[in-house]
């Protein structure tokens, strides 16, 4: 017994090491990116890894007036909350239709909706160009959020198909013998039990939008309608770049997303373990 004690004991020991030495590595970039941001530029080539001698907050100033990032912030918030409710609604209604309901085409639209997640987004950048030119969604928050939605419609029916596949039959046999609709069955019943589901989808959709560059650098050009990760760009120039400033402006820029990960981590996690993976 005491052996088996002993090695329960070490076994934990070493998790707690490892985990540790991970979570270091993950901090410590922040950590060093947060201090070079207080600090000059004279100082970050002359003692990079050393504290700042003297806290430049004026740094966090300028980037926020400078690069338009309180705009930039405000639109890409518009952008990623619509994509995200939207991408949310559509995706989970897609996915219980393919799991729930038995119709001859689900798989085929399954595999329709999997292709999806095969076509990488240069593919498409020119055609969409020229047809949101043509439309009138060229220089608009719209011509992002349609993109951003159907980007992220892959991953969500997938991942919620697993959460409704693996629900009881039982509970909505005993749904219908009620005499709850289908509608009803998706918002009263499958939803809330897919609560998780919803979060690790949302969580994944949110940060994959809140981080793209490539569509919204093509699409707008207007100063007060572009996203932060474009706004971010202005900081860095052909001949010069202002590093202390950029620093503060990326520290600014993921600030939401630790925000949003730390409120419902473990709900992701619960997410990840309960239904991301089938079988």
Sequence with gaps: MKKSHKKIHLSKVVIYIFLS???FVYLAPLAWMFFVSLKDNA???TSPFALPQRA???NYTFAWTAGYLGKATLNSTIVCVTALILSLVIGSMAAFAIARMRWKFAKLMMTYFLIGMMVPIHCVLIPLFKTFSSIGLYNNLAGLILPYVTFSLPITI????GFFENMPQEVFEAACIDGCSIYKCFSAIAVPLSKTGLFVTGL???VANWNELLLAMVFISDDLKKTLPVSLSKFVGPYNTNY???FA????????TIIVYCCFSNQIVDGLTAGAVKG
Excluded at 249 to 256: D, K, Q, R, S
């Design 21 to 23: 030495l991970l979570a």
């Design 43 to 45: 100082e970050i080539f």
């Design 56 to 58: 430049q907050w004026e």
């Design 158 to 161: 997938y991942i919620m198909e």
């Design 204 to 206: 994944m959709s949110f």
């Design 244 to 246: 202390v400033q950029m």
């Design 249 to 256: 402006a990326i520290i600014i820029a993921i600030i939401p």
